[in-house]
């Protein structure tokens, strides 16, 4: 049983955008609040923002707001990120996650211990 699977990630130039997507299988997406995280090369592993039920957004990071947006589709079992103005510094693996209880926590020291199932990741590759 494999609960999320992301994909859309790759290499692209700075400046650009891509769309990762992340499809549930053998859970209720509706079920989880489902935050996005990322690790860089040699970082930790952080939460970057979340969506819960209502489709309201949380952003953890603040590089994320106006370059990122996080959307939802129950019906189709997608959860959909999309970024743009991407930098080297986007570089990393994403991960997308689900929080029991279809809710987004205030904090990301918060979440990251409410996370209850995990994808396997996708690369993104930022450079010119």
């Known amino acids: 049983q494999v609960d999320l699977v992301e994909s859309g990630g790759g290499m692209v130039q700075p400046g650009g955008s891509l769309k990762l997507s992340c499809t549930a299988s053998?859970?209720?997406?509706?079920?989880?609040?489902i935050v996005w995280f990322r690790q860089g090369p040699g970082k930790e592993r952080e939460a970057v923002l979340c969506?819960?039920?209502?489709?309201?957004?949380?952003y953890y990071k603040d590089f994320a707001k106006g370059r990122f947006t996080i959307s939802r589709d129950d019906a189709k079992k997608t959860v959909d990120l999309r970024m743009s103005a991407l930098k080297p510094e986007d570089t990393a693996v994403y991960y997308c996650?689900?929080?029991?209880?279809?809710?987004?926590?205030?904090?990301?020291?918060?979440?990251?211990?409410?996370?209850?199932?995990w994808g396997q990741g996708t690369q993104v590759t930022v450079s010119a």
């Open positions: 996650a689900g929080s029991w209880g279809a809710r987004c926590l205030a904090t990301e020291r918060e979440v990251k211990y409410d996370i209850s199932i």
């Open positions: 053998g859970v209720r997406l509706e079920d989880y609040g």
């Open positions: 969506i819960n039920w209502k489709g309201e957004t949380t």
